[in-house]
Every structure is written in C-alpha cells, then in structure tokens.
C-alpha cells in the first residue's frame, strides 16, 4: 500500500510555526507511515527539514493578488491527499482533491490558548504540546559559534539566553533597556560567571546591540549566525531565556527551556510561552488591560529574572540574621 499522504499549511511565522508543531506527531499517530508536506513561509522553512515524517517543504514567498496560493495550488493539485490541513485558514483545501479536510476557523477564537486550538482543530485527546526537531546539521552551527566564544572571554559558564527582537510592531522593549537588564544582571551574585548569549535573525543587530555592549566579554553572540533551527540549537544550550513576544520565544519553551516572555500591549494570557517552566512579565498584568511595552520597567523584568533563576536554578541562600 503506497503511504498515506498528507498537506500540512502552516504559517509564514516562526513562532505559530512553533505553537502547531505538535500536528506533526499527530498526523503521525493518525495516519502511520504519512508522507507529509509542509507549506510554510521562507524564516521557518528550516524548522521542519528534519520533522519526523516530512518529505518536502515548499516555502510560500508572499506575492501581490495572493499569488503565492495560485503557485501553491499548481504545485499540489495533482496529488489525491489522504488529508488535508490548514491551519491559515485558506480556501485552497476545499480546491484540490482531498479524503479529509482540516480547516482552521477563527470562530473558535473563544480565549482558548492557540495550542489548544490546534489540538482541537485535529481532533486529538490532550493538547498537543509544541516540539522542536533540532539536527545534527543545527547542532554543529551553533557550536561552531558559541563554543570559540565559551573558550575567550570570560570562560565557559552558565548561559543566559536573551532575544531582545519581536518584529511586529510595539512588541520589542526598548533596546537600551536590555543593556541596563544585563548590567543589572552582571552586578547580581545569583549570575557570577554567567554568560549572556544574544540570540537573533540577521537584521536584529541594532536592537542586541547595548547588551551586548554591557556583557562585554561575558557576551556569546549568536545574532544572525544560522537559520531558525541553529537559533533553536543555541537556546537548547541555555540555561535560561528572556526574551520579547516572539517566535524565540516560543522556541524556548519548547526547547524546556525556562522561559520569560515581556509583553505589551498584547494578550499574554493568551500569546505566553507555552509549557510547566514558563513566565511572564506584563506593562500591565490585569487581564483585558493594556499598556505600551515601554511601562515595562527594567526592575520589573529584573525581578522576573531573579525569579525564573531562583524557581528552576537554585533558591538563593537565606540571609544571616
């Protein structure tokens, strides 16, 4: 019997590329022996060259009169799917030839997280958690760069993981503030011999840029090093992690990385990282509210540092009366 063939539509986004992640295991448990293919923007492609059952990803380059879904379509059309899913939404499932149909609806946007949405989407009996498919090949990138820079410096140590980029708008903290966070940090007993590792794409140079300065030669920099699947190599190495609402993020706390996420004036009840050793920090931390991320004071995130650290590093030695 020739194996069952799947389409999986995701997103053009690393991190809800990250949050439905566990569809692929899924498919796998509902189809034994699927070949699946992944259709995916260009930043997350790398995510799923390795993902357990994939054959083929096709990268969907965004093109003026939504020319990408014709080219898509063109690409898919003649094969007889076994199923379908879609978890954009998009009309092109109900355009070629399919068994089955998995389409996403935001009607049941109802405050449910979008892990669980997804899980619901596929019908699975728990939510399906998020999971990275990291490779030898992601692996070897990432040590190519951080183990010269573990050997200078200040010397191998803990890592501290920061990723100071969120590309949509009004979700990145003011980049001087990460510089103060880390010269906060440097002074802090709890992170004696801590190296500060800055995590990023290739343009994310000028938001890393002030802590990487403070670090100095406690810094590790890995800022546009290696695709999406080197940075999840890097984070996996981490000790820690704090970062804006952003796909790094959400690779984090997949990694089991404990994970910090700063927010403004989004839902963090909603968009937070997902697993048991994640955090938040909010501008304003009452549900339905909001405030610009620039309320978000550095004490505050120093605060939720030192209780990330204290929570899953060590508690810190009671005071001598």
Request: glycine content about 10%; aromatic content about 8%; overall charge positive.
């Amino acid at each position: 019997m020739p194996a069952p063939q799947v389409l999986f539509v995701t997103s053009n986004r690393i991190g809800d590329c990250v949050i439905s992640s566990g569809v692929i295991r899924e498919i796998g448990r509902q189809l034994p022996g699927a070949e699946i293919t992944v259709a995916c923007g260009r930043p997350p492609a790398p995510f799923f060259r390795s993902a357990p059952g994939v054959v083929r990803t096709i990268i969907l380059d965004k093109k003026k009169a939504a020319g990408h879904w014709l080219d898509l379509w063109r690409q898919v059309r003649g094969t007889r799917w076994d199923m379908v899913i879609d978890i954009r939404g998009s009309a092109l499932a109900w355009l070629i030839p399919a068994r089955r149909r998995v389409v996403y609806n935001r009607r049941w946007e109802m405050g449910l997280r979008k892990v669980q949405m997804v899980s619901r989407l596929m019908g699975a009996d728990r939510d399906l958690d998020p999971e990275l498919f990291i490779d030898e090949r992601a692996r070897a990138t990432a040590a190519a760069v951080i183990d010269p820079q573990l050997a200078s410096g200040a010397g191998p140590g803990p890592i501290l993981a920061l990723a100071p980029i969120a590309h949509q708008p009004g979700k990145s903290w003011p980049a001087e503030r990460w510089g103060e966070l880390v010269g906060r940090l440097k002074a802090e007993p709890r992170f004696d011999g801590w190296r500060f590792m800055l995590v990023g794409g290739p343009g994310d140079h000028p938001p890393a840029a002030p802590a990487l300065a403070e670090a100095g030669e406690r810094a590790i920099d890995v800022v546009g090093k290696g695709d999406i699947l080197a940075s999840a190599a890097a984070i996996d190495r981490a000790d820690l992690f704090v970062g804006n609402d952003s796909g790094l993020m959400h690779v984090a706390a997949a990694a089991g990385r404990p994970t910090l996420g700063l927010f403004g004036p989004t839902e963090w009840w909603l968009y937070g990282p997902w697993g048991p050793r994640t955090r938040t920090v909010a501008s304003n931390e009452t549900r339905g509210q909001f405030a610009p991320i620039e309320a978000l004071s550095v004490d505050h995130v120093f605060d939720g540092v030192l209780a990330l650290h204290d929570a899953y590093i060590s508690a810190p030695e009671p005071r001598q009366p």
